[in-house]
């Protein structure tokens, strides 16, 4: 049952991902992107990460979307959109990737799952995922939390430095 | 690679997607199957409140749409610290409130930024 649903999701991923990367329009990839968001956060389930799959649902298919969406009207592809294909890079790109996905498949040959620490997946499930992240992130991971604000802070002053020279 | 339990609390979720998707698609599967067909031009125009349209549908966007939704963006990702922090509040306590309120200082300088630059205002 276990490896149907994760073959569901993956075979959806990968779909979907086709589709956003080969649609000639930016609306529809954005469109597509939103259903493959909603898998990845089924794969996210699957793993017991149930805050992940929160979370990638909120930000990823609720902001950074709107961002995606944004960012295309900005850009106001018009003559792109008949064009017969938005770059002409394609194998550059398909050699780029095959050889990620070769990398990856060689290296994963060894690759075993297991856990370190004392956060066993037994544990994690007994007291749920979101506490035992919580606990994790807001006693031991104290810096790399407030580092993430310094982010966010920097994103905010470069949006808005940019945006202003934009319109002035 | 899967985990090693189901998430079967999440079966609910899972058959309320189900549902609305199967509602979505059912109305629309229905009604095609239900109206009459009979199109001319005025009928397949693109409706504006009873005027004619008018340019192009594709208008450039503002960027200050694009202010707005980064502000969003990071205020959401904000938002979502909070919840594992409110979860775990009453095991760490003081010491969380310390953090938390640290994290909510360093995103004030952006928003306190964000207003001295004027970026929510749309002049």
Known sequence: MLEFFFGYLSLVIIIFSLLVVLSKNAIHSVLYMLVMFFHVAGI???????????????????????????????????EELSAEQLTDGWPASLAVVAGLLLTLMLSLGGFTTTFNGSWSPEK????????????????GYILPFEVASIILLVAIVGAIVLAKRRLN | ????????????????????????L????????????????EKLMPYESGIDPVGEP??????????????FVVFDVEAIFMYPWAIVFDKIGLFALIE?????????????????????RWE
């Open chain 2, 26 to 41: 059912g109305a629309l599967i229905m009604g095609s199957m239900v109206r009459l067909r009979r199109p001319y031009r």
């Open chain 2, 58 to 71: 594709r208008v450039r966007f503002s960027i200050r749409f694009y202010i707005i939704a980064m502000l």
């Open chain 1, 124 to 139: 994690i499930k007994e007291i749920t995922f979101t506490k035992a992240l919580g606990q994790a992130l807001y006693t």
């Open chain 2, 100 to 120: 938390m309120i640290i994290f909510i200082v360093i995103l004030l300088v952006g928003y306190v930024y964000a207003l001295k630059k004027e970026a929510f």
């Open chain 2, 1 to 24: 690679m899967p985990g090693r339990y189901l998430p079967t609390e999440y079966l609910p979720v899972a058959i309320f997607i189900a549902i609305s998707i199967a509602f979505g």
């Open chain 1, 44 to 78: 996210y389930l699957l793993l017991q990460a149930e805050f992940l799959a929160a979370v990638q649902i909120i930000v990823y298919a609720g902001a950074i979307l709107v961002l995606f969406l944004f960012a295309i009207m900005l850009l106001n592809l018009r």
